[in-house]
C-alpha cells in the first residue's frame, strides 16, 4: 500500500498554492477595505487610500493568478479570461503604485512620476491592445487589420 493515490497528489499541489493563495486574499481584502475607508471618507487627502486600495487588490489578483488550484475551480468562462486579466494586471499594477506615489510627491517629482504614468500607460496599452488583438481574430477582416498594424 505504497502506492500514491490521488488524495495526495492534490495535497501536495494545493500545500504549493496555499502561500499565493493566503497572500492573494490577504491583499484583496486590505485593497477592499482602504477603497471603502475612502469612500467613507472622500476628502482631499482620501485619494492616497484609494490607488493604495486599488494597488493592493490587483497585486492580490495576481498572486491568485499564479495559483494553479485556483484557476481550476474558475468556471470555464473566467478561466479563459485569466491569462488576459493576469497580463493587464501585471502591466496596469506599475501604473496604480505610480498613482499612489503621485499622491504623496511635490514639484518637479511630481511632473515626473506623471512622466511615468503616461509612458506606463502607453506600454500598458500598446502591449495589452496587441495580444488581444492578435490572440483574438474574429473574422478575416480585423486579421488583416491586426497584421497591418502591428508588425
Avoid at 482631499?44 to 481550476?72: A, E, H, N
Avoid at 499622491?103 to 495589452?128: D, N, Y
Amino acid at each position: 500500500m505504497d502506492g500514491i493515490t490521488a488524495a495526495d497528489v492534490a495535497l501536495q499541489a494545493f500545500r504549493g498554492d496555499v502561500i499565493n493563495i493566503v497572500l492573494g486574499t490577504g491583499f484583496l481584502a486590505i485593497g477592499a477595505t482602504a477603497c471603502a475607508i475612502a469612500a467613507i471618507r472622500w476628502r482631499r487627502g482620501v485619494r492616497i487610500l484609494v490607488w493604495w486600495g486599488i494597488f493592493s487588490g490587483m497585486y492580490g489578483l495576481q498572486k491568485l493568478g499564479q495559483s494553479p488550484t485556483i484557476l481550476t475551480v474558475l468556471p470555464h468562462s473566467l478561466n479563459t479570461a485569466a491569462p488576459y486579466v493576469n497580463t493587464a494586471v501585471m502591466y496596469l499594477l506599475l501604473i496604480s503604485a505610480l498613482f499612489a506615489w503621485r499622491e504623496l510627491s511635490l514639484g518637479k517629482l511630481r511632473f515626473l512620476v506623471q512622466m511615468e504614468i503616461f509612458v506606463g500607460l502607453a506600454i500598458a496599452v500598446w502591449v495589452l491592445a496587441r495580444s488581444f488583438l492578435v490572440a483574438q481574430p474574429t473574422n478575416g477582416c480585423s486579421t488583416t487589420t491586426c497584421s497591418q498594424l502591428l508588425p
